[in-house]
C-alpha cells in the first residue's frame, strides 16, 4: 500500500463549499504521481523520454462525505497487475479516518508510436507489484 | 436527448498534449449546467436558494481515444430518474462523429439541512424527464 | 475590439462562492484562444506545427467587483503590437455592463528551437492590427 | 520571508508542456495559504468564520523561465503592510535556483457584510510583520 496525504486547497472547492467532484481525480493523481516517483518511473520522464505512454481507459469515483476546503486527506493506493494494463485504487479519508470517497483508474501500457497495446513495462510492474 | 458542442482549451490539456482525464469530469459538468439552465434549474440558484442540494455520489468515464488541445467535441447527454437520484448518461464525440469518451454522473437529491436524502424535486424531476 | 461571452462555471468559484482570482487568467485565456481562431491563427496548431511560440512574459489583472457563479460575463480585447511582442487588453464586465475585472498579457514571439525573439510572424501582426 | 516547496503536477501544465500561465497564481496562492496557516490564521476558518474577507484586489506575474512538468519549485514570499491591505511578494525558482518567476498579489481587507475597506486584523497584521 502507498499512503501519502493531501492538502485540500482554496481552488480544489467550488461555490457549494466543498472539494468539486471532478478535483477528486485531479488528488487521486497527485498519489499516483507521488507513487510513481517512490519506485523511480517518475511520470514527466515517461510522458517525454520513454517509448511507451500509460493512459487512463477507465477512472471511477465514489463520494461518500464532501470534502471542505482545508480539510487534510489521507490516500491510501493499492495496485492490480495485469498483462498490459494495471488497475489502482485509493481510498481518502479525512483527519477522523473516515472514509470520506473512494477511486479507480485503470491504466493501459501502449507504444508511443503505433498505439498499440504492449506487455507492462518491466520497471512499472516490479514498482506496482510493491502496492499489490 | 440534451445535446451541446465544447470547445477544448489550452488550459483543458496537460503535457502530453490530449485532455487530462479529470478535465473530461469537468466537461461533463458543463454539460450538465448548460442543461439545468435549458430547464430552468440553474445550478447557481440551486446552490444558493433552494432547501436542496444535488450532490454527485458516483462518477465514471470510459476513454476512447485521446482529445487533442483545439477539438470541438459533441457532447450528447441522456438521464434515468430514479426516487430520489438521477443519472447522467454523456457520450462525447469528436468532429468526424467518432466516440471519444462516454461517462456517467450519479445525483442524489438531499436535504440542505439535514443532508437526508429526498425525493427528486418535482421542477428536476420534469425536466429530467424530458431526456430520458 | 474583440468581443466575447463567457458563461461563469461552478468550477470558475471557490467555497468564497465567487470565482477564484487566478481563474480570471483562464477566462481571459478563453477570450484570446477564441481571437486567434476568428483570425485563422489557432493556438493549438502554433503549439504544434509552426517554428515560433508566443508565451506570456507578463500578466497582470485589477480586480474590480467578485463574479458570482452562474454569471455571464462580456470580455472585450484590445491589442497593442510591438516589433517582438503585443499585448493584450481585457475588460470584463456583468450582465449589467459594470466593470467587473481589467487584464493584460504580454505576449513575446520566440523561435521555437533557441528560444530567441523574433519579429511577430505576419500572419500574427495582420490579425492583431484588426484590434489596435 | 516565508518559504514552502512545490511540484509541478501534470495537470499543472498544458500541451505546450509547461506551467499554463494561469496557473502560477494557483501556485502563489499555495504559499501564501501554507503561510496563513503559518500564523494560526488558516484562509478556510477566514471565509467560513470570520466577518471580514481578505479578496485579491491585485495579480501580477513576471514569467521568466518555463516550468516543466515534473519540476520542484521552491518559492520564497514577503510581504509589505499597509492600513487596510497587504502585498504579498513571491519569488519561484527551480532546482538549480534559477529565478522561473515573480509574482504579486494585493489583499484587501473588508467587512464581510458591508464590503467596506477595514483596518487590517491585528491577528493578520502580527504575521505579516514576521515576514516584512
Do not use: W
Not at 11 to 22: L, P, Q, S, W
Not at 25 to 50: N, P, Q, V, W
Request: net charge negative; charged share 25%.
Amino acid at each position: 500500500m502507498f499512503e501519502t496525504t493531501l492538502h485540500i486547497k482554496l481552488y480544489d472547492t467550488d461555490a457549494a463549499g466543498i472539494v468539486f467532484f471532478a478535483n477528486h481525480f485531479r488528488l487521486a493523481h497527485d498519489a499516483y504521481e507521488a507513487f510513481m516517483k517512490s519506485i523511480g518511473c517518475r511520470l514527466d520522464r515517461i510522458i517525454i523520454e520513454t517509448d511507451y505512454l500509460l493512459p487512463v481507459v477507465h477512472a471511477e469515483a465514489d463520494y461518500k462525505r464532501p470534502i471542505p476546503v482545508g480539510a487534510t486527506i489521507g490516500v491510501s493506493m493499492t495496485a492490480a497487475v495485469r498483462e498490459t494494463s494495471f488497475v489502482l485504487s485509493y481510498q481518502m479519508k479525512d483527519e477522523d479516518g473516515e472514509l470520506v470517497a473512494t477511486l479507480e483508474t485503470v491504466h493501459v501500457a501502449v507504444d508511443r508510436k503505433t498505439g498499440a497495446k504492449i506487455p507492462l513495462p518491466k520497471e512499472i510492474k516490479d514498482g506496482l507489484l510493491t502496492i499489490c
